[in-house]
């Protein structure tokens, strides 16, 4: 059986890409989630349907590859990269604001989703 930390599943590249560093994520982490997940679902589904023998196990890792290159920075960058990386960041550290009020970082979260999100 092959050692488990010497090849890297799909579910652990794409959470290794999302979480890999500060401030890479191109989307807010709900939609990152949300494509991560439709790809999974989508790409063993698809795995499913086809006979055993005939499966394209390469489907899988293109998928994921696709799903990665799209939420994070490291593809094309879109226009106002490091401001949207910035409202990446600050909205992921939201939590450990202790200055804000309930509906403060309630407000200031869905500000920064709709500029992470901005296309």
Known sequence: M???????????????????G????RVSEERALGLVSSMCN?????????????????LSDAA???????????????????????????RASLDRLSVLTPGESALLSELLARITDAG
């Open 2 to 20: 092959p050692d488990a930390t010497s090849h890297s599943s799909p579910k652990s590249s794409a959470c290794d890409a999302v979480s890999g």
């Open 22 to 25: 500060v401030g890479r994520l």
């Open 42 to 58: 989508g790409a063993v589904l698809t795995l499913l349907r086809q006979p055993e023998g005939q499966r394209d196990l390469g």
């Open 64 to 90: 994921r590859e696709t799903v990665v290159a799209a939420i994070t920075s490291e593809a094309a960058p879109p226009a106002n990269t490091e401001v949207r990386s910035a409202a990446t960041t600050l």
